[in-house]
């Protein structure tokens, strides 16, 4: 979909953060611009996945005719599913050889109902279940896809949507909904642990709102001086120790923490949780591995 399709996606949760009171201290009329403009600026350069067509791969049916299995560009741009071109050459990158064993999806953030869509083709076996805080039911029905609507962040809702599938546990959890990051931790601390097959993907959208000065728990990120060049300033954000050959060791390095960010960077922590020592009670990580790209975080569970 194209940036300006992006910015209107992300009006409601601009609205949903700014409660009436707050109108005042962020200025609601204006902001639904300025976060577009934001969305815009990451996504420079990035070509929508209407340009990008991959060619669909022939299936070989029992009867030996085929079939074209339409590719997941091609199935983002037949239903309109809000997701850039590099989101899904990493999608295809990751699920092309599996798409047919896939049995449970839950997207939270489902808007127009086309990436609900979208999943529902590109997964031929799997339901798919959508939440989202508004009323997407018109748009997000058809087979194989079941509407919720509530809070990404709601225990008792999510419960209830894991307690109607088999075991409870679904193969791939997307979240793509407020991209703030309390709610998205709170989502993963409610669904990871129990509700995510072992071996099964975890997948966060659009983390970098954390960077965004106009995003309500985004900030433009304090520009920092290299940690060497800071040695010899008292008031540094480093703390440093002796070290024989650079005289001070620097043992912080100064990182981005808001929002989404800081919720990712708890994640990196997980991911080598086995070298917390002070952890009680000791564990390895739970996570065979994380890849972190420009907008898309992956977790794939242990
Ligand atoms: C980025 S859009 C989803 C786009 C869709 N996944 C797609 O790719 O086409 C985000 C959606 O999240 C919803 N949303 C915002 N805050 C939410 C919350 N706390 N819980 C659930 N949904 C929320 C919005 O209503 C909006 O429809």
Same mark, same amino acid.
């Given at each position: 979909?194209?940036?300006?399709?992006?910015?209107?996606?992300?009006?409601?949760?601009?609205?949903?953060?700014?409660?009436?009171? #707050?109108?005042?201290?962020?200025?609601?009329?204006?902001?639904?611009?300025?976060?577009?403009?934001?969305?815009?600026?990451?996504?420079?350069?990035?070509?929508?996945?209407?340009?990008?067509? #991959?060619?669909?791969?022939?299936?070989?049916?029992?009867?030996?005719?085929?079939?074209?299995?339409?590719?997941?560009?091609?199935?983002?741009?037949?239903?309109?599913?809000?997701?850039?071109?590099?989101?899904?050459?990493?999608?295809?990158?990751?699920?092309?050889?599996?798409?047919?064993?896939?049995?449970?999806?839950?997207?939270?953030?489902?808007?127009?109902?086309?990436?609900?869509?979208?999943?529902?083709?590109?997964?031929?076996?799997?339901?798919?279940?959508?939440?989202?805080?508004?009323?997407?039911?018109?748009?997000?029905?058809?087979?194989?896809?079941?509407?919720?609507?509530?809070?990404?962040?709601?225990?008792?809702?999510?419960?209830?949507?894991?307690?109607?599938?088999?075991?409870?546990?679904?193969?791939?959890?997307?979240?793509?909904?407020?991209?703030?990051?309390?709610?998205?931790?709170?989502?993963?601390?409610?669904?990871?642990?129990?509700?995510?097959?072992?071996?099964?993907?975890?997948?966060?959208?659009?983390?970098?709102?954390?960077?965004?000065?106009?995003?309500?728990?985004?900030?433009?990120?304090?520009?920092?001086?290299?940690?060497?060049?800071?040695?010899?300033?008292?008031?540094?954000?480093?703390?440093?120790?002796?070290?024989?050959?650079?005289?001070?060791?620097?043992?912080?390095?100064? #990182?981005?923490?808001?929002?989404?960010?800081?919720?990712?960077?708890?994640?990196?922590?997980?991911?080598?949780?086995?070298?917390?020592?002070?952890?009680?009670?000791?564990?390895?990580?739970?996570?065979?591995?994380?890849?972190?790209?420009?907008?898309?975080?992956?977790?794939?569970?242990?």
């Amino acid at each position: 979909m194209t940036n300006d399709n992006r910015m209107y996606k992300a009006l409601p949760v601009a609205k949903l953060a700014i409660s009436a009171h #707050s109108v005042d201290q962020y200025g609601v009329g204006t902001k639904r611009l300025r976060i577009g403009r934001s969305i815009s600026r990451l996504r420079t350069g990035q070509r929508s996945h209407n340009k990008v067509r #991959s060619k669909g791969i022939r299936r070989q049916k029992a009867g030996g005719a085929s079939q074209m299995e339409l590719s997941i560009q091609e199935l983002a741009a037949k239903h309109s599913a809000s997701k850039d071109a590099n989101y899904l050459s990493f999608y295809a990158s990751q699920f092309d050889g599996i798409r047919h064993q896939i049995k449970n999806v839950i997207e939270l953030g489902v808007q127009g109902g086309g990436s609900v869509k979208m999943w529902r083709d590109y997964f031929p076996r799997a339901q798919i279940f959508g939440v989202d805080i508004d009323d997407c039911s018109a748009a997000a029905q058809g087979e194989r896809i079941r509407f919720f609507q509530g809070r990404q962040e709601d225990g008792e809702l999510l419960k209830m949507i894991t307690d109607q599938i088999e075991g409870g546990q679904f193969d791939i959890i997307i979240d793509d909904a407020a991209h703030f990051g309390l709610y998205s931790k709170l989502t993963y601390e409610h669904l990871f642990d129990g509700h995510l097959k072992p071996g099964g993907t975890y997948i966060i959208e659009d983390w970098g709102t954390g960077y965004w000065d106009d995003w309500p728990d985004g900030s433009r990120p304090d520009p920092v001086s290299h940690e060497m060049e800071n040695r010899d300033v008292k008031d540094t954000k480093f703390i440093y120790r002796e070290d024989e050959a650079t005289g001070l060791l620097p043992r912080t390095f100064h #990182s981005h923490q808001c929002g989404m960010v800081g919720f990712v960077k708890q994640l990196v922590d997980e991911s080598h949780h086995g070298a917390i020592k002070t952890a009680i009670p000791r564990r390895t990580s739970k996570f065979q591995y994380m890849i972190v790209t420009e907008g898309v975080v992956l977790i794939k569970k242990k």
